[in-house]
């Protein structure tokens, strides 16, 4: 059974950093595709960022340059590090392996 697990959500000023780490068992993890998506209340979850191995990264227009997807086959780990945060990043964060699991979220908030 995969299990996977996000961290590190919280809450930031606009303009300050957090880093989301996603933890996941089993090996569906080795060689899959892993994404990073976000949720708002009323809203459908979208897509941010996606990564299939070191250097093949992809991400929504909205966080391009102000994100970076990062992954660790050898912990089966992935992150998101989320730089010059806005109002807008705030949302439910979730990691989706290989397109099939789904974490349970973790929120950030952008707020003065």
């Known amino acids: 059974q995969v299990q996977v697990v996000e961290s590190g959500g919280g809450l930031v000023q606009p303009g300050g950093t957090l880093r989301l780490s996603c933890a996941v068992s089993?090996?569906?993890?080795?060689?899959?595709?892993m994404r990073w998506y976000r949720q708002v209340p009323g809203n459908e979850r979208e897509w941010v960022a996606s990564?299939?191995?070191?250097?093949?990264?992809n991400y929504a227009t909205s966080v391009k340059g102000r994100f970076t997807i990062s992954r660790d086959n050898a912990k089966n780990t992935v992150s998101l590090q989320m730089n010059s945060l806005k109002p807008e990043d705030t949302a439910v964060y979730y990691c989706?392996?290989?397109?099939?699991?789904w974490g349970q979220g973790t929120q950030v908030t952008v707020s003065s």
């Open positions: 989706n392996v290989a397109g099939v699991a």
């Open positions: 089993g090996t569906i993890f080795s060689g899959n595709v």
């Open positions: 990564i299939i191995s070191v250097g093949t990264t």
